[in-house]
């Protein structure tokens, strides 16, 4: 049964912060690269950062700079922290954790996030 489920979405600022946080559960997600994608109204849902299992990083390049994608195995835990937000960054976040090597793919319900100007 396993099961990820996001946080911290709401209302920000343009210019504001937000601090995402994703908890997976269910197994033990050391193999799996966990990370964010987002989807706004009337558009196709796009990859947005990741933190691979082995420890590197990618990121969309409309939010370099601005986003920072983290992870704790420990806890089995990826944050997104936002900074400067545009009023382009709103849509609802959907964490993702991946196993490329057996096919696996889940996927979050969503957390909406909406920037003002």
């Known amino acids: 049964q396993v099961q990820l489920v996001e946080s911290g979405g709401g209302l920000a600022q343009a210019g504001g912060s937000l601090r995402l946080s994703c908890a997976a559960s269910?197994?033990?997600?050391?193999?799996?690269?966990l990370g964010w994608y987002r989807q706004a109204p009337g558009k196709e849902r796009e990859f947005v950062a990741t933190?691979?299992?082995?420890?590197?990083?990618n990121y969309v390049g409309s939010v370099k700079g601005r986003f920072t994608i983290s992870r704790d195995n420990a806890k089995n835990t990826v944050d997104l922290q936002m900074n400067s937000l545009k009023p382009e960054d709103t849509a609802i976040y959907y964490c993702s954790a991946e196993r490329a090597d057996t096919n696996e793919h889940y996927w979050g319900q969503g957390t909406q996030v909406t920037v003002s100007s």
């Open positions: 269910g197994r033990t997600f050391s193999r799996y690269n």
């Open positions: 933190f691979r299992w082995w420890g590197s990083t």
